[in-house]
């Protein structure tokens, strides 16, 4: 395959003759594809979707490579996440979010942490009131749309990407979304007294 | 509404590390090809690109596309 520097691929991509510049750089695309994807298996059919689909929108795109790095790293860049995109569309188009969080079982509240040993008793109840206070904050202080993103994403563990495709949303507004509901609780457990080390080390296991 | 005593721990580990400013997937996506190189040519990246670097630590389905591009790269230098 020809060796080419940004600006030669950039010339043959837009030429007149730009088939074996889009021949050699799905080439790389697949190649790459099937390396980074090679702990999936049963993906071979899907690459070269993958890979017609970056390449289309690689070439609608070329405009907006800013030539900071080598062209075909941004290409794969490209190729990467319209792979994983998909994929866990795939994977998680079976599961409904009501699948994904707790149901309120009206039992008591009793964190794994009271159990465990190596805590203090004095130590285990302010673990115990911390995440207490925590799981109030999200009730309460959170806006609704806030509170779903949390409960999706942070406690039902569903991807980004597909938490906001479910949520008419994208996954950077999702982002903010999350990270405004996460500075507003920072900021209530502040004002509450909490200092950010004190919740940094509240959880970790103390030395022995 | 229970939310598992595990889960919780999480999410107060994520607040307690949330910054008042961090960049959006939008963003890490735009400086990835950047930050990808950098960082297979040994470079510093958490001084070069602080921000790009604290959201894939904070976001898996960045950081799930930043370790497959690593590899992909690795397969076609």
Same mark, same amino acid.
């Given at each position: 395959?020809?060796?080419?520097?940004?600006?030669?691929?950039?010339?043959?991509?837009?030429?007149?003759?730009?088939?074996?510049?889009?021949?050699?750089?799905?080439? &790389?695309?697949? @190649?790459?594809?099937?390396?980074? /994807?090679?702990?999936?298996?049963?993906? =071979?059919?899907? *690459? +070269? !979707?993958?890979?017609?689909?970056?390449?289309?929108?690689?070439?609608?795109?070329?405009?907006?490579?800013?030539?900071?790095?080598?062209?075909?790293?941004?290409?794969?860049? &490209?190729?990467? @996440?319209?792979?994983?995109?998909? /994929?866990?569309?795939?994977?998680?188009? =079976?599961?409904? *979010? +009501? !699948?994904?969080?707790?149901?309120?079982?009206?039992?008591?509240?009793?964190?794994?942490?009271?159990?465990?040993?190596?805590?203090?008793?004095?130590?285990?109840?302010?673990?115990?009131?911390?995440?207490?206070?925590?799981?109030? /904050?999200?009730?309460?202080?959170?806006?609704?749309?806030?509170? +779903?993103?949390?409960?999706?994403?942070?406690?039902?563990?569903?991807?980004?990407?597909?938490?906001?495709?479910?949520?008419?949303?994208?996954?950077?507004?999702?982002?903010?979304?999350?990270?405004?509901?996460?500075?507003?609780?920072?900021?209530?457990?502040?004002?509450?007294?909490?200092?950010?080390? +004190?919740?940094?080390?509240?959880?970790?296991?103390?030395?022995? | 509404?229970?939310?598992?005593?595990?889960?919780?721990?999480?999410?107060?580990?994520?607040?307690?590390?949330?910054?008042?400013?961090?960049?959006?997937?939008?963003?890490?996506?735009?400086?990835?090809?950047?930050?990808?190189?950098?960082?297979?040519?040994?470079?510093?990246?958490?001084?070069?690109?602080?921000?790009?670097?604290?959201?894939?630590?904070?976001?898996?389905?960045?950081?799930?596309?930043?370790?497959?591009?690593?590899?992909?790269?690795?397969?076609?230098?």
């Amino acid at each position: 395959m020809t060796e080419r520097t940004n600006k030669e691929w950039l010339t043959a991509l837009r030429g007149p003759e730009a088939d074996q510049a889009i021949s050699d750089l799905r080439e &790389i695309l697949i @190649r790459g594809l099937h390396y980074a /994807l090679s702990h999936n298996g049963e993906l =071979d059919s899907l *690459i +070269e !979707d993958f890979a017609q689909d970056a390449l289309l929108k690689i070439l609608d795109n070329l405009d907006n490579f800013r030539g900071e790095s080598k062209l075909t790293t941004w290409a794969q860049k &490209i190729a990467v @996440r319209v792979a994983y995109t998909e /994929l866990r569309r795939k994977r998680w188009k =079976d599961i409904s *979010i +009501e !699948d994904l969080l707790p149901e309120d079982s009206g039992s008591d509240f009793t964190p794994a942490v009271l159990t465990d040993p190596k805590s203090s008793p004095e130590r285990s109840a302010s673990q115990k009131m911390l995440l207490e206070l925590v799981e109030q /904050l999200i009730q309460e202080s959170l806006t609704p749309r806030q509170r +779903e993103a949390i409960m999706i994403v942070m406690v039902g563990g569903m991807p980004l990407d597909e938490a906001a495709r479910r949520m008419d949303t994208n996954r950077n507004a999702l982002y903010k979304l999350i990270h405004d509901a996460r500075k507003r609780l920072k900021q209530e457990l502040l004002s509450q007294g909490f200092t950010t080390d +004190e919740l940094l080390a509240a959880f970790e296991t103390p030395e022995m | 509404m229970k939310i598992n005593a595990e889960t919780l721990k999480n999410i107060v580990r994520a607040i307690a590390k949330t910054r008042p400013v961090e960049i959006g997937c939008d963003e890490c996506f735009e400086e990835l090809d950047r930050f990808v190189e950098m960082k297979l040519e040994g470079k510093n990246v958490s001084e070069a690109m602080p921000l790009v670097e604290e959201h894939l630590e904070r976001c898996g389905n960045c950081r799930e596309e930043f370790e497959a591009l690593l590899l992909a790269l690795q397969a076609t230098p």
